[in-house]
């Protein structure tokens, strides 16, 4: 089992990590990128005739990635790339644009340019 530290100061004494919760919490954060990826692939091959934001799959943006730390460069460069290809403003716009409800179209493009934001400052932990 992992130990911490018990946060005293000075002190050498170390306590067990309960480690089937941070497990518990990695696996749901997998599963939830699974679930959003599967979503927007049905999106992708399907958008509605008029998209509305809800009907956009948005992704977490406490992980806009959806990668883990553990992750290699490798899986992380791949994943950065499907993801700008996914919330690029152009990108998005040339795709949907045209299917965007009109009065949620600000919003939705606002969403997309902040999405995109995220995703490229996400780069730095690579």
């Known amino acids: 089992a992992s130990v911490k530290a018990t946060g005293e100061p000075g ?9 089937s919760s941070g497990s518990q919490e990695l696996d749901s954060q997998i599963l939830k990128t699974k679930a959003n990826d599967e979503e927007w692939n049905r999106f992708k091959s399907n958008p509605p005739t008029v998209i509305r934001y809800k009907d956009i799959p948005w992704p977490d ?4 990635l959806g990668t883990q730390p553990e992750d290699r460069v490798e ?3 791949k ?4 993801m700008c290809k996914r919330y690029h403003p152009d990108i998005f716009q040339n795709n949907y644009g045209n299917k965007l409800q009109p009065m949620e179209h600000d919003k939705i493009m606002a969403n997309v340019a902040e999405i ?3 995703i490229n400052k996400s780069k730095t932990w690579f």
């Open 79 to 82: 994943r950065y790339r499907e």
């Open 75 to 77: 899986v992380k460069k």
């Open 116 to 118: 995109c934001k995220l």
């Open 11 to 19: 002190s050498e004494k170390r306590t067990p990590i309960d480690e």
């Open 61 to 64: 943006r406490d992980n806009v």
